[in-house]
């Protein structure tokens, strides 16, 4: 052939791709050294199969050697049983002919493939390649190894399971804890219970003994002796009642309830506490309040505490005075608690109900306000408090998802502030 000069030019002749069997083992028959370096430097594992030749590789790339630690030379022109696994290598086919059947994208998020070396988990896309220079089908893949990620995750949930558990365990002693407490409240109780429980029993005496001497039915004080015998039973067997659920064991066990009813039973237990040192009780309830979810014998357990407290702090008093207050409001804004991570933590514009105990006694000192809430701080003298008190009440609001702070009033004395969250109705809903 001569050139443009008149020159005589020798053209190559064009290398042969193709075998005895007129198939070429490579899926790169011009410039394949380019098109190979390309390929072999690419963060991601790359290979074909020749989907009209048994699916037999004809790339295969170096990240596919290091991901599999097979070299090229033994892959290359070999099936996916000659190489892997009897069961990885079905798992494969089936995969390669549904990409070749259906003609588009498989995304294949996790499978495993064994090596022989070990087990490689890869996130693999493939997609089928129409080849008219050879005339044939190709099922193109792209692999990622995620066999870290996939370890790390099954690690992590390793942890969040461990996690659970210690949780779970945790709030078996919170409550073995918060019941201790309750039984160290039964016995500071059982005194005034007993002596509540006595004056309906002395009634119901003298109404046996009035009635033991005849009973003649046209006297008209029968009925009224009857009548105050009935009542004396219902007193007393209500503050009975009040004090073995005060007392009861159980998990926690939320239900929608109204928290005035719950405040007049805690009162009804702390009265001869309440009688005996003089102290006046103010209770001021908003009108149709809403429920709030609440376990109430572990509430109970809170006002029980905190009406003692107070009392307790009243000693020194001239006018001890409890007031309670309960009412209900929207939030504003919420104090920022990156310990809080749970769906029912209280949150700026949730409506709740705000219980307030105010007392006039002594109040509590800067320093100690600090640590009124760490287990076993006590300002009580030796032998009149275990220390756990405040911090079992605190520990209950949390559990019930709601928050409790406590302050010095300007006048002397404290209030102790406890919110809950409103139960949502199906009817609001």
Not at 143 to 159: N, Y
Not at 304 to 309: A, D, G, S, W, Y
Not at 360 to 384: M, Q, V, W, Y
């Amino acid at each position: 052939m001569s050139g443009s000069d008149g020159s005589k030019t020798q053209r190559l002749p064009r290398r042969s791709t193709k075998t005895a069997t007129g198939r070429s083992p490579s899926l790169l028959p011009e410039n394949e050294a380019f098109l190979e370096g390309v390929i072999d430097n690419l963060p991601v594992a790359i290979f074909a199969k020749d989907a009209s030749d048994e699916f037999r590789f004809v790339l295969w790339n170096k990240k596919q050697e290091q991901i599999t630690t097979i070299p090229k030379e033994k892959a290359l022109g070999r099936t996916d049983l000659q190489i892997f696994s009897k069961e990885s290598a079905e798992y494969f086919r089936e995969v390669d002919e549904s990409v070749i059947r259906r003609g588009k994208l498989i995304d294949v998020p996790e499978e495993i493939v064994d090596t022989g070396a070990g087990e490689v988990w890869l996130h693999t896309v493939k997609v089928p390649i129409d080849d008219k220079v050879m005339e044939r089908k190709l099922v193109v893949g792209i692999s990622e190894d995620i066999t870290e990620r996939v370890r790390a995750r099954e690690q992590l949930e390793r942890l969040n399971r461990n996690l659970t558990e210690k949780n779970k365990e945790l709030e078996v002693t919170q409550l073995q804890l918060i019941q201790a407490e309750k039984m160290e409240s039964v016995g500071r109780l059982a005194a005034g219970v007993a002596h509540e429980v006595k004056n309906p029993l002395a009634l119901l005496l003298m109404g046996v003994e009035y009635l033991s001497t005849g009973i003649d039915p046209n006297d008209p004080n029968i009925e009224e002796i009857l009548s105050e015998m009935r009542e004396a039973i219902n007193r007393a067997d209500k503050i009975i009642r009040g004090l073995v659920d005060f007392s009861s064991e159980r998990q926690l066990a939320l239900e929608p309830t109204e928290l005035p009813p719950l405040i007049e039973q805690s009162l009804l237990l702390v009265r001869h506490e309440l009688t005996k040192n003089g102290v006046n009780v103010d209770i001021e309830f908003e009108k149709e309040l809403p429920k709030v979810m609440v376990d109430g014998a572990k509430f109970e357990q809170v006002l029980v505490n905190l009406f003692i407290n107070a009392i307790h702090a009243m000693a020194k008093s001239d006018r001890p005075k409890l007031e309670v207050l309960v009412y209900s409001e929207k939030l504003d804004q919420v104090p920022r608690d990156e310990g809080a991570r749970t769906a029912h933590h209280l949150r700026s514009g949730d409506e709740v109900v705000i219980l307030e105990v105010k007392d006039n006694g002594c109040g509590i000192s800067e320093a100690n306000l600090r640590k009124i809430f760490d287990p076993f701080f006590t300002t009580k003298a030796t032998g009149l408090g275990t220390g756990l008190g405040l911090s079992v009440v605190s520990k209950i609001v949390e559990l019930h998802g709601g928050a409790i702070r406590i302050r010095n009033r300007l006048l002397g004395g404290v209030t102790v502030r406890i919110m809950l969250k409103v139960t949502k109705t199906k009817e609001a809903d």
